[in-house]
C-alpha cells in the first residue's frame, strides 16, 4: 500500500492520499466488520432472552445492518 500523507505549511498532517484499490479493500473490510458486529450483537439479544436476562419482543429488535 503506497499512501501519502499531506502536511500543511507548518508540517502538521492535514490529509492522507490512498490509492483507490486500497480505499476500496479498506471500505469492504469496514462492511464486514461492521455486520460481523451487528451480527454478534443480534445474538446476543437472542441468547439473553433466552436466559431471561433480556426481552426480545421479536425479530425488530434485533440489530439490522442497512
Avoid: C
Avoid at 464486514?32 to 451480527?39: S, Y
Amino acid at each position: 500500500m503506497s499512501i501519502q500523507v499531506v502536511t500543511n505549511e507548518k508540517g502538521k498532517k492535514t490529509a492522507v492520499l490512498v490509492p483507490i484499490a486500497d480505499w476500496e479493500e479498506i471500505q469492504k473490510r469496514l462492511k464486514t466488520e461492521q455486520l460481523f458486529d451487528e451480527f454478534t450483537s443480534s445474538l446476543k439479544a437472542v441468547k439473553d432472552d433466552i436466559d431471561g436476562v433480556g426481552k426480545l419482543e421479536n425479530a425488530r429488535n434485533l440489530k439490522y445492518g442497512h
